[in-house]
Structures are given as C-alpha cells and as structure tokens.
T-cell receptor
Framework: GENVEQHPSTLSVQEGDSAVIKCTYS??????FPWYKQELGKGPQLIID?????GEKKDQRIAVTLNKTAKHFSLHITETQPEDSAVYFC??????????FGTGTSLTVIP | EAQVTQNPRYLITVTGKKLTVTCSQN?????MSWYRQDPGLGLRQIYY???????DKGDVPEGYKVSRKEKRNFPLILESPSPNQTSLYFC????????????FGPGTRLLVL
C-alpha cells in the first residue's frame, strides 16, 4: 500500500513568518493530496488539496506544491498568525481507494 | 448544517465490556470510514463502507466490527475492548468512493482500563 512520510513533526515560527511542511509518498498511482488542519478537541478539517495534474494551488495565505516526479508535496503558510497553531496532516489517495495519512506536524505560531 | 456526528465524545470503560460508538452523517454520502489516531502514527483506517450493507477492512481492523444498515449511520463496535484500543477515534464520510473530499466527525476519546 501507500506510505506517506511527513516532516517535521513539530514546528515553531514567529508570527508573520512562513511555515513549510513536507510530505513524500510512495505510490505513483496516487493522484489526490489533501491537507487537513486539526485544532484541539476537533476533527481534521480540509484546508487545501491538489490533484496530480496540477503543480501548485494557492488559497490566500495557504499554498500547496506537488512534484510528481519526486513524489513529494508541501504545504506553505505565509504571514502566519496565532490561529494557525494546530496539527496539520497530509494525505494521499487514488480514486476509489482509501486515504493514507502522514503522522502530523504540530505547528506553534509564537505571538 | 452538513456534518458528521459521533457519540459519545468521551468514554472510559473496562477490558471486555462491549461498547458501540455511533456515527451519523446528514449529507447523503455513500462512503464512510472509521479511523483511529495515535501519537506518532497519524490516522489509520479501521473499516470503511462504500454503501449500505457493503463494508470492508482497512489497515487496522483487528478487534473491531462495523455495520451499515442505513446510509446515514455507521457504528463502530468493540465487542471485547482491550487497553491497546485506547485511542482517539474519528468517523468520516465522503460522497462516494470516487469523491475525494472527506468530512470528519469531532472524535471520540476512548480509554480502556
């Protein structure tokens, strides 16, 4: 099956700085790569996703990049704010198949 | 409001005492899943269901059962819980097996003594 690795496991940044979280995957058939944000006491919530026919996608301060050849994708958060503090998960899947998740990154934004 | 609900949110039980965690979605989704979340391991799929009466094992099904008698409900059953099933459990749904936008419930924290 698919194997998704995520780094770093913890990340602290100053408010206003950028944060980058990286994931790699093993199954070249995976074609959908979502990112989830999990706040304390809540379930994961989709914040952005990218499909394999696209190299980059942006939504305000959040962007995701995908390198299919290298089998890695990254989440970029610019101008970080304290409310960005949470655990972030990447995932990979292919149509009709289950999702495989990374192990999570705990992001702390220091005011 | 479109949502996935789970009950209970918190549960403390003892080894061997059967329990059920309920999950319900109001989005008419065909595909539902159960995950467990453990520190350092991320989210791992326990069971999934592609439609009513259609269920299959995920990566960590041992010790769990599920049923899907109605489209909206997908209960998780632990017939004889053990301490290694202490975890945070999430139910999730998506429109169908091809649809990839997945919605998660708020989670159930289970402690098995």
């Amino acid at each position: 099956g698919e194997n998704v690795e995520q780094h770093p496991s913890t990340l602290s940044v100053q408010e206003g700085d950028s944060a980058v979280i990286k994931c790699t995957y093993s199954d070249s058939a995976s074609n959908y790569f979502p990112w989830y944000k999990q706040e304390l006491g809540k379930g994961p919530q989709l914040i952005i996703d990218i499909r394999s026919n696209v190299g980059e996608k942006k939504d305000q301060r959040i962007a995701v990049t995908l390198n299919k050849t290298a089998k890695h994708f990254s989440l970029h958060i610019t101008e970080t704010q304290p409310e960005d503090s949470a655990v972030y998960f990447c995932a990979a899947s292919r149509p009709g198949n289950q999702f495989y998740f990374g192990t999570g990154t705990s992001l702390t934004v220091i005011p | 409001e479109a949502q996935v609900t789970q009950n209970p949110r918190y549960l403390i039980t003892v080894t061997g005492k059967k329990l059920t965690v309920t999950c319900s979605q109001n989005m008419n989704h065909e595909y539902m899943s159960w995950y467990r979340q453990d520190p350092g391991l991320g989210l791992r799929q326990i069971y999934y269901s592609m439609n009513v009466e259609v269920t299959d094992k995920g990566d960590v099904p041992e010790g769990y059962k599920v049923s899907r008698k109605e489209k909206r409900n997908f209960p998780l059953i632990l017939e004889s819980p053990s301490p290694n099933q202490t975890s945070l459990y999430f139910c999730a749904s998506r429109p169908d097996s091809a649809g990839q936008t997945q919605y998660f419930g708020p989670g159930t924290r289970l402690l098995v003594l």
